[in-house]
């Protein structure tokens, strides 16, 4: 089981949303199907909507995912979820954070232009939270967030999850500070349909499907000769 695309991640910070994967070993093995998933909540809570784990108190959770055919062959692991959300005020509302493992967890609707320091009260920003930015309705569906105009990202940032900024589409700036980000997730920035200008780190590694789809407004992009 991967958490954010890494098998060894075992935290979920309170607040924090994680994608969720699996790798089917061996590599010859002849089931390519799909896979369900199952949280049973511990001493802790998380909720789970498709492939998206949050966690929501501290204490520990078991995931499991199961393969769909007629042997259902599962594999489970236990999360650790950690820490507490606080918030920090950016132009036009405020965007949260965990405090244990450094992630921008959520913000508000309201907030117009978010710069977001390397550095909040002591913790150190590393990631930028799957749907982060995204506009949600009460049943988790996304929906276009015509708010947000600006983003800095910190070159401490490595990892910006799946459709962090998903239908962010007034967004029409959007700078990062420095190099430092490896890995941009599944959607992150689809459909920012008002984005015109785009300079990837030179950090980055990986580019996951869909990142950049729908941004049909930009005329220059540049990315590193590595990719």
Known sequence: ILINGDAQKTTLGV????????????????YRGTLSWS?????????????ILTGVSAGTVILTATADDNRKFSV?????????????????GNIYYNIATGAITRSDSTVTDA???????????????????????SYG??????????????????YIGDQAFKYCTALTSLRFTGP?????????????SALESLTIPETVVSIYR?????LYSLKNLTMPGTL
């Open 15 to 30: 607040g924090e949303s994680v994608a969720l994967s699996a790798i089917v070993s061996p590599e010859n093995a002849t």
């Open 39 to 51: 949280l049973t909540n511990g001493t802790g809570e998380a909720t789970r909507s498709g492939d």
């Open 76 to 92: 489970s692991k236990e999360l650790t979820v950690s820490g507490e959300e606080r918030s920090y005020a950016v132009t036009g």
């Open 115 to 137: 710069v977001i320091p390397s550095v909040i009260n002591g913790t150190t920003i590393t990631a930028i939270s799957p749907y982060a930015f995204a506009k949600r309705d």
């Open 141 to 158: 569906n996304l929906q276009s967030n015509t708010t947000l105009k600006s983003v800095v990202i910190p070159s401490t940032v490595t």
């Open 180 to 192: 430092g980000l490896k890995t941009i997730g599944r959607e992150a920035f689809a459909e920012c």
């Open 210 to 214: 869909g990142a950049f789809y729908g």
